[in-house]
């Protein structure tokens, strides 16, 4: 592929971005500045997403990096990626256990009663897809009332710290195969490539920074386009999960803080062999940084499908590693799409000249034909 260099384009690009921050700020004169505080509280989903997909968890900066972009999630995202590559990496965390979760929202569609109760928490699930025409008006003194009355109404005395697994009492049933320590280094995608096939690790950690809209279309055709196959949620969990890492000194677990996190195991019919053993249902498993509940559902659905591709061969695009793993990330895909806006003109002059060589080559032929 070929570019031609270009000189003189210095200022029209110093317009080009100085037009773009006179759009950023167009209100200047009615209107005050996003805080990071404002966009971080009250757009809490689309920091979410931007932390996900950046693979960073640090809300305040994806709330400067959504600010910056615009609202662009996939430019905030590749920002908050370059960010973290330019910091050093002081210390690697253990496994963490989720079960510890401090947690704001646990449903199951598999059961009705669940160990511990369903949390619905905080989710527009259960609300009519309307708009809330009173939100275009909403004054102050409306906005401190909401949540001063929420605050009023909530006792957390009778919640327990933790709650057990849905999947556990699967396990203990013989439903779900037993669980398996793995002693293997978890695969780190911000270092080695991916080299296929590749463990399951490196399919999860890929997945969990993916593009939300990505995933979830090549999660639906899974379960809408290509395989008859109907997962169930045995848990959805969005909480605080605490983050241990070892003490410098002594090398005892500290706590060093928690993070935002939504996990999702699925459950789907037995798709083994014979030799496996007796059928057992299949589990799917997604989790990722924010409040993200599609994306965690998709990466769920996603990874029962690939274990089944690793296992028997892919039989649709849904279960082929290489197609799935390689299409999900938006700052790949986006930069790619980008790219077409860069100078093309020796390709695109190399076209034109075989174009009008063919043409030229074919006219008397057509002439001799006439």
Known sequence: MGYVAIRGGGNAIRGAEAALEAMRTAQADTAAPLTLDTIEHQLRLLTSRVVSEGGLYHPRLAALAIKQTQGDTLEAA???????????????????????????RRISSAFKDIPGGQMLGPSSDYALRLLRLDLAYES???????????????????????FPKVV??????????????????????????????VPRSAALATMARAETGSMLAIAYSNMRGYGD???????????YLPVTVP??????PIEAGEVLMTECEVVAMYEGHEQDGPPKFTLGYGACFGHNEVKAISMAILDRALQKGMRDGP???????EFVLLHIDGTDSMGFASHYKMPHYVTF????????ATQAKAAPEDGALA
Not at 229 to 239: D, K, S
Not at 247 to 252: L, Q, S
């Open 78 to 104: 590749f920002a908050l990626r370059a960010y973290r590559s330019t910091k050093p990496r002081l210390l690697e965390a253990p496994v963490q256990d989720s079960s510890k979760m401090r947690l704001i």
């Open 140 to 162: 102050q003194e409306a906005f401190r009332k909401v949540s001063a009355r929420f605050m009023d109404g909530v006792d957390e005395s009778g919640l327990p710290d933790s």
């Open 168 to 197: 556990d009492a699967l396990r203990a049933d013989g439903l779900l195969p037993p669980l398996r320590q793995n002693r293997n280094t978890a695969f780190d995608i911000t270092r080695d490539p991916l080299v296929f096939p």
């Open 229 to 239: 196959v109907h997962p169930t949620i045995a848990e959805l969990r969005v909480g």
């Open 247 to 252: 003490h410098p000194v002594t090398g005892e």
């Open 315 to 321: 039989g649709n695009p849904s279960e082929d590693p």
């Open 349 to 356: 002059q190399s076209d034109m000249d075989r174009l009008r």
